[in-house]
T-cell receptor, first 115, second 110 residues
Framework: NAGVTQTPKFRILKIGQSMTLQCAQD?????MYWYRQDPGMGLKLIYY???????DKGEVPNGYNVSRSTTEDFPLRLELAAPSQTSVYFC??????????????FGEGSWLTVV | EDQVTQSPEALRLQEGESSSLNCSYT??????LFWYRQDPGKGPEFLFT???AGEEKEKERLKATLTKKESFLHITAPKPEDSATYLC???????????FGSGTKLNVKP
């Protein structure tokens, strides 16, 4: 099992450019999440998905879009990148809702800098 | 307003010097409180889940406890390999509400 795999690991974008952060999990988890972590701050939820074809907004969705066409993949799209989107992005997955005793498995992160 | 606050922001300990990290929370109906360890350049790694006041969990040199307003992560006789950022997260009655604290960066000197 590879777990949760994110690509790319590092990326520098220019203001106004667009890109997609890829996330894949091989644990057959229904729930997938995208978080961002700013320096010295906790993780904030951008979007989440409870299954293929179903996505919903988290705390900080503005400037991002997601899709979930398969159970395995949950890409995060940045449209018109802004300096405020400079952050570390973590994709995560869980079999069920975290509070039911299941752990959330995190990817290793994608470092994005917008200049 | 739902909120998670961790203290201190940073903690430096000598090897063997025990201490505690704090996570205080206000949330509408606690479903669970989670502790994670995060190493530099890595994603958070799950440590403990606590569900109700009075509950305790242990793993090696770490012990997590929970009250109605806060959780403590006690580190007994830490070693340099315990150096990491420790994150606390809470999940509210509404499952979609899952909040992380900003973490405590622990540095254990040999």
């Amino acid at each position: 099992n590879a777990g949760v795999t994110q690509t790319p690991k590092f990326r520098i974008l220019k203001i106004g450019q667009s890109m997609t952060l890829q996330c894949a999990q091989d644990m057959n988890h229904n729930y997938m999440y995208w978080y961002r972590q700013d320096p010295g701050m906790g993780l904030k939820l951008i979007y989440y998905s409870v299954g293929a074809g179903i996505t919903d907004k988290g705390e900080v969705p503005n400037g991002y879009n997601v899709s979930r066409s398969t159970t395995e993949d949950f890409p995060l799209r940045l449209e018109l990148a802004a300096p405020s989107q400079t952050s570390v992005y973590f994709c995560a997955s869980s079999y069920s809702l975290a509070a039911l005793g299941n752990t959330i498995y995190f990817g290793e992160g994608s470092w994005l800098t917008v200049v | 307003e739902d909120q998670v606050t961790q203290s201190p922001e940073a903690l430096r300990l000598q090897e063997g010097e025990s201490s505690s990290l704090n996570c205080s929370y206000t949330v509408s109906g606690l479903r669970g409180l989670f502790w994670y360890r995060q190493d530099p350049g890595k994603g958070p790694e799950f440590l403990f889940t606590l569900y109700s006041a009075g509950e305790e969990k242990e793993k090696e040199r770490l012990k997590a406890t929970l009250t109605k307003k806060e959780s403590f992560l006690h580190i007994t006789a830490p070693k340099p390999e315990d150096s990491a950022t420790y994150l606390c997260a809470v999940q509210a009655r509404d499952f979609n509400k899952f909040y992380f604290g900003s973490g405590t960066k622990l540095n254990v000197k040999p």
